[in-house]
């Protein structure tokens, strides 16, 4: 029954929002996920979470964080955004690309497992933890390899808020050009408000529109991402469809067992497929669980950014439909944060500490060397 999980996730939304009103310094979708992380961390909820609540959070982190992602579209106007000028545009796109693939190579050099490279760089150099929700479902990435990456995203974003603030002066940055600053180099849109605020209107409202920018490459990014996806399945299914002899080698393929890799790079394996009689060693990747060229939530996500672009919104759909994301995002977070085991992620996640808070230098410095341009 997913209706149960489904009102956690919103009693915890709420819950989230009437911190967030008490403290408006802290964005409302950081209490969410910590809120997430904390409840996750009680040793009488953890059978909850994983058992009787466990439907409704899936619904949570799966269907309303698209949804949420599809209504963050109407956030961005590309008019907004070509009033940057093409310098902004082109070194905010660039700072997206190298911090991307810098966070993947950290990831893959320090060896972290699974898909954690790839999420941790979605999430580090587009929108946080709605990039690495989005990017999870088109991978099909385990609760386990989302959870570090959410809380790494979260710690980062939460320091940035700190941090930032106290090398605005030092760093010798006007207000502008601090607002540039926060919109190219913090995370989350939420943590992007709290850290640029500091610095007043006109400053948040540069790192605002370079924030949605650096959003708007979710979706060629995810998109890109399907694709690699699918060709590896397709890989994967064409080699499993391969004859395999009966005295164990594989007809045609390199290497024994090459059918029980097949089966085990992706759950949705069948066993025997390539036998009649259903007991043969061969296992064949069904078409249906490949992920599609552009995920259905991406196609949507630029469907309302046009109708941002296009059509003259009022004021009160814009306001309903922010006020609506807000509040999918926030329980798609608190999903994603009662994942996390810190006591998993305190034994195991060292490596992944260091590749996150390297990112995050990564991602300042790049984002303060453009900033130096204008």
Known sequence: MWLRGVFVAALAALAAWGVHTALPAIPLLTIAVVLGIVVGQIPAARPLLVG???????VATKSFMQLGIVLLGLKLSLVDIAALGWVTIATTVAIVLMAFAGTLGLGRWFGLPGHQPLLIATGFSICGASAIGAMSGV?????????????????CGTLAIAVLPLLWHPLGLSALQFGHWVGAGVH?????????????????????????????MLAPIVAVASIVERRRLGVIEADAATPVDPAGGDVGVSGPGFADRASSDSP???????????SGPVARISSSTRPPIVPLFVAGFIVAMLVRTLIPLPVEVLE??????????????????????????LRTGGRALAVGLLSWSLIAALAFGAVQLF
């Open 188 to 216: 989350d849109v939420g943590q992007v408000v709290a850290t640029a605020q500091i610095a007043g209107s006109a400053a948040l409202a540069v790192a605002l529109v370079v924030k949605l920018t650096r959003v708007l």
């Open 52 to 58: 009787a609540l466990a439907p409704g959070l899936a």
């Open 268 to 278: 949705a394996a069948e066993p025997g497929a390539g036998d009649p009689a259903g």
């Open 320 to 345: 309903t439909t922010d006020l609506l994301q807000t509040a999918l995002l926030a329980m798609a977070l608190f999903a994603l944060g009662a994942a996390v085991n810190l006591g998993t992620l």
């Open 139 to 155: 991978v099909k990435a385990k609760d386990e390899e989302t959870a570090t990456p959410i809380a790494l995203v979260t710690l």
